[in-house]
């Protein structure tokens, strides 16, 4: 082994490289791409996997054509550990033989809190809203019988059916969240400021139910008997299959994501079958389907409390926090598009989180009264 090839072994196993470090990997990579060493990254980028990286191989074909056309990536990449993986996103550059090599370099900033602590206070909350227009706050009531038809057990609604069918509207709150089972045997997980209307019972020839925020289904097989979702202008048609829907009245998209089996996405001008690891996005003002494959992991990692993000901006981000965490975001000033990627706990407290952001370097928070401030 040269005295190169030594120095950028010893370089590859530290995390802590100084300005000189990271002009000689430039200069380095710019007169060497050898299989061997090609080889070598390839080693060390796994081991940095290994340790919970979250880069993935989508990402890193997006970082290399952007940086083919000499296009700074601006991708921000947060570990699982709550900590910024700067080595691992260097050798995702040399791994793909680029003889450019980008330093990200995050500032140190300062968050200052103004306000309350923040921390997450939501859990397995819901409103039941009955027919003869009853309301019931669910979290406060002891586990057991509601009415005949409705059993309230372990933070749950379970449906034992009904011999007249009533609509009744389930409803979480901003940090809330909650699990019912239809009077059919289906499922349904609902996520933080979502609305499901239902109905007790399914005597008719479908099972329809309509949704606004965002839930994941589990549906029971009934044959000839299809269960539809219908969300603002739209339905999801299914027999038996699980899948997510997020249709949030803030978000410009329906993505509805597959699990397993088949569903059917229509509007009055179009539709489309999607297929496991599918995502279905209609555009709000389209009524044309764009169908791409999608992490599923990702997209239900919120029914156990973990939100995975993917090369997003910055404000779905800070939407979903605004749901998690029951505050307002205002941004100050003109933001510079930024993508990021990572894992956020529903445990952690907002200013962790905010802290979390803050170390890429690109952003700074600041909260008062419940409202949380971002600019660059």
């Known amino acids: 082994m040269t005295n190169e090839q030594q120095k950028l072994k010893a370089l590859l196993e530290s995390s802590n490289w100084s300005d000189e470090d990271y002009e000689w990997l430039r200069s380095f990579l710019a007169d060497n791409s050898s299989p061997e060493l090609k080889a070598m990254l390839e080693r060390r980028f796994e081991e940095h996997l290994a340790q919970g990286a979250v880069i993935e191989e989508e990402l890193s074909q997006e970082m290399y054509g952007r940086i083919q056309k000499g296009i700074d990536t601006k991708v921000r990449t947060i570990g699982r550990n709550g900590r910024l993986w700067w080595t691992a996103a260097a050798v995702v550059g040399m791994l793909l033989g680029i003889g450019l090599l980008l330093r990200q370099r995050p500032t140190q900033t300062t968050f200052r809190q103004t306000g309350v602590g923040h921390k997450y206070i939501g859990g397995d909350k819901a409103t039941l809203h009955l027919a003869d227009g009853t309301v019931l706050a669910l979290d406060s009531l002891q586990d057991g019988r509601i009415g005949e038809q409705v059993e309230k057990r372990n933070n749950s609604l379970s449906y034992l059916g009904a011999r007249h069918m009533s609509w009744q509207i389930l409803t979480t709150p901003n940090t809330g969240q909650y699990k019912i089972t239809l009077a059919d045997g289906s499922k349904v997980w609902l996520n933080s400021a979502t609305e499901l209307r239902f109905s007790t019972a399914f005597h008719s020839s479908t099972r329809e139910v309509e949704l606004k925020g965002e839930a994941y289904f589990e549906v029971a097989p009934s044959p000839g008997k299809p269960f539809i979702v219908k969300v603002n202008g739209m339905q999801i048609a299914v027999l038996g299959t699980q899948f ?133």
């Not at 998690?324 to 990572?342: C, F």
């Open 244 to 376: 997510n829907v997020m249709a949030y009245p803030d978000e410009n998209q329906i993505k509805t994501v597959l699990v397993e089996g088949a569903v059917k996405l229509s509007t009055p001008k179009s539709a489309v079958v999607l297929k496991p690891g599918k995502q279905g996005s209609l555009t709000s003002g389209s009524d044309n389907f764009d169908v791409q494959d999608v992490d599923v992991e990702d997209a239900v990692s919120w029914k156990t409390g973990i939100y995975q993000f993917r090369n997003e901006g910055i404000e779905p981000i800070m939407r979903q926090v605004q749901r998690w965490y029951n505050v307002k975001v205002v941004y100050t000033g003109r933001l510079e598009k930024q993508m990021y990627t990572g894992t956020i706990s529903r445990t952690d407290t907002l200013s962790d989180l905010l802290q979390l952001l803050e170390e890429t370097g690109t952003i700074r928070f600041r909260i008062e009264k419940g409202t949380v401030y971002a600019s660059q």
